[in-house]
């Protein structure tokens, strides 16, 4: 298995441009995840999906989209870059049910500039 | 909904001293507990979960503790070694929204040769 995978690993983008940072697992796993993780803080939640098409916000849902049309992808849309949306982004799985912890991707690190 | 407060923020052992992170909740229904592991620049890893029906849990020099009374938990590292260097995060269960992992702010765990 490769777990979860994240692409790209790094992307420099301009303000008031688009694009989709791509998640994929191969665990079966329902439940995904999208977090941001500015410098030296927590993690945030943008979204989430608890299965092939459903999806719900999180607490920073604001400039970003979700789809889930398969179990094995949830990519993150980025529509008009803003500065405040430089961060380091984290995709993150789960099986369905209580007790599960995440198994996160190695992240996209994203500067607007 | 589910709060999760982290103490300390920062916390400076000596090499081959323990170190303890504590964690409190608020929503009495919570019933599953993780600890995750990030290194400077990668991406945060479980190390150690207990659930509500244990009150501890052991992993080599890891372990957890849970005191359901008092709603919270600890992470108890001991002999500590230079790889021990890393963010360390709790989380709780939200019981209302669909079971998502609510998150403490993280503590940078410093370990002096």
């Known amino acids: 298995n490769a777990g979860v995978t994240q692409t790209p690993k790094f992307r420099i983008l301009k303000i008031g441009q688009s694009m989709t940072l791509q998640c994929a697992q191969d665990?079966?796993?329902?439940?995904m995840y999208w977090y941001r993780q500015d410098p030296g803080m927590g993690l945030k939640l943008i979204y989430y999906s608890v299965g092939a098409g459903i999806t719900d916000k999180g607490e920073v849902p604001n400039g970003y989209n979700v789809s889930r049309s398969t179990t094995e992808d949830f990519p993150l849309r980025l529509e008009l870059a803003a500065p405040s949306q430089t961060s380091v982004y984290f995709c993150?799985?789960?099986?369905?049910?209580?007790?599960?912890?995440?198994?996160f991707g190695s992240g996209t690190r994203l500067t607007v500039v | 909904g589910e709060n999760v407060e982290q103490h300390p923020s920062t916390l400076s052992v000596q090499e081959g001293d323990s170190a303890v992170i504590k964690c409190t909740y608020s929503d009495s229904a919570s019933n599953y507990f993780p600890w995750y592991k990030q290194e400077l620049g990668k991406r945060p890893q479980l190390i150690i979960d207990?659930?509500?029906n244990v009150g501890e849990k052991k992993d080599q020099r890891i372990a957890v503790t849970l005191n359901k009374t008092a709603k919270h938990f600890s992470l108890h590292i001991t002999e500590t070694q230079p790889e021990d260097s890393a963010v360390y995060f709790c989380a709780a269960t939200a019981m209302d929204s669909n079971y998502q992992l609510i998150w403490g702010a993280g503590t940078k765990l410093i370990i002096k040769p």
């Open positions: 665990m079966n796993h329902n439940y």
């Open positions: 207990i659930r509500s």
């Open positions: 993150a799985s789960r099986l369905t049910g209580l007790g599960y912890g995440y198994t």
